[in-house]
Every structure is written in C-alpha cells, then in structure tokens.
C-alpha cells in the first residue's frame, strides 16, 4: 500500500477475493447475519450505521497512531532546540562562541 506518514511498524496490504464462496458458519457475524436461504439480516437497519459499527475499531487505533506520532515529533523537537542551545558556531571574534540556535539573532 505504500509508506504511511509517521509509525510504519506494521505493512499494509490489499487483499481482494474472486468467486470465493464461505460457509455460512465461518463468516464473523457478531453484527449480522445470513440465513441457509441467503437473506442477509442485521441489528442496525441504516446502512451508515452498520458501516460505521464496523469501522469504529478502527478510529482508536488510527487516534493511537497519530498520538504516538505527536510524542515522537515533540521528542525530536526537544532534541533538536537542546541540542542547537549547546553546539556552538563560529562568533563575530572568529571563535566557536555562539550556538546556533543564536547565530541567526546576533
């Protein structure tokens, strides 16, 4: 599926099924359900809700990924003003004397 922006821990992938038939008594149906005669039931009527029924376990994991994401980039940005408050950079004496996170103020 390609690179995610942030956590790439995990590989994605696409998986699509052609003319493949499943017994009725495999199928995960904690939602809904298909009768020995085909008719599809469910316990939500709307069509969005069942959707969104469905993806709803999704959303955590998404929210978790980007939070993870928000504490790596306030982490890198910790390290990086820390570490531009240390090294220091050639002064107006000729002498490394100035960090770089002043070079550009001076």
């Known amino acids: 599926m390609g690179v995610k922006f942030g956590l790439n821990g995990v590989d994605n992938a696409t998986l699509l099924f052609d003319n493949v038939r499943i017994p009725r008594e495999y199928m995960l149906n904690k939602y809904h359900d298909?009768?020995?005669?085909?008719?599809f039931t469910s316990e939500t009527n709307h069509?969005?809700?069942r959707f969104f029924k469905t993806t709803e376990r999704l959303l955590s994991?998404?929210?978790c990924i980007a939070a993870m994401t928000?504490?790596?980039l306030k982490s890198c940005l910790y390290i990086t003003i820390r570490y531009s408050q240390q090294r220091k950079?050639?002064?107006?004496?000729?002498?490394s004397s100035v960090p770089i996170?002043?070079?550009q103020l001076q």
Do not use: H
């Open 47 to 49: 069509i969005y809700s």
């Open 70 to 72: 928000l504490g790596a």
């Open 61 to 63: 994991g998404r929210l």
């Open 89 to 95: 950079s050639i002064g107006p004496d000729g002498e």
């Open 101 to 103: 996170f002043n070079y």
């Open 34 to 39: 298909v009768d020995e005669n085909g008719k």
